[in-house]
């Protein structure tokens, strides 16, 4: 049995289950390389948006699971919600076992304190044109369906993959500024109300970097996303460090054998039990 990595902390974000564009295999098999403490969903785990009946597969629902036996099992499971999952956001503040759902989340981390939330708050074109940023949201996911494609072909020739969509988004000035401005605009905000580290998702761009104004500073943190960066953000023995899934599995584990044979029909029933479960345990608590 391999010895899986114990961490005090672990956050993801954008992971965007439901649509072609997560790589759910790829996370699954992070979540089954990390034992740890706490476990922060920085928003945008479920698509909402774009959730179709039609597309689920069997990889994304033993995501959901894998993250549900965590919670179960004694990891303090915590759920922010974000633009794409908003809908979420009406069961803010509820709680079930070690599993919670919040719209933003305050801690202490070996006496500094960090502050977590998804990042869409200071996007413009979500806040006021919801329908064009869903818009973009389809094209999105369309340009990433034709990456694959383009990848396919790459492989087949024995190239390195590309990313068509980090392409443009590099290259764009646009795009280069609002990144700047969102990562000015959080840290302001986080030295204004005195917080060591500010801890967000969103853009889809991994990042740790000290940003300082003539306030005080504080210490950026994205956690990127699992759609085109495969990343993470790691705290453990008083640091962070930003986990790649490309470069950082050493030994990963890519599936628990009992969830490999398992169907749709018994995946869903296993995540009602354990949902079950938690809701007895929670009773006799009471």
Known sequence: MKIKRKIEVAVISDVHLGTFGCHAKALYSYLNSIDPKKLILNGDIIDIWQFSKRYFPKS???????????????VEVIYITGNHDEMLRRFSGAKIGNFS???KYVTELNGKSAWFFHGD???????NAKWLAKLGGYGYDFLILINQVVNWGLSQMGREKYSISKRIKNGVKGAVKYISDFETVATDLAIEQGYDYVVCGHIHQPKMLIKENKIGKTMYLNSGDWVENFTALEYQFKRWKIYNYNYDKLSPFF?????????MQDLIAAITIVDK????????SE
Not at 65 to 73: L, P, Q, R, V
Not at 121 to 127: A, E, K, W
Request: glycine share 2%; no cysteine; aromatic share 2%.
């Open 277 to 284: 479960k938690k809701k007895s345990k929670k009773k006799k």
């Open 121 to 127: 708050i200071f996007d413009v074109s979500i806040q």
């Open 60 to 74: 994304h629902m033993q995501v959901i699971k894998k993250i549900m036996d965590m919670a179960s099992d004694g």
């Open 255 to 263: 599936v628990d054998e009992d969830l490999k044979d398992m169907n």
């Open 101 to 103: 759902i919040v719209d």
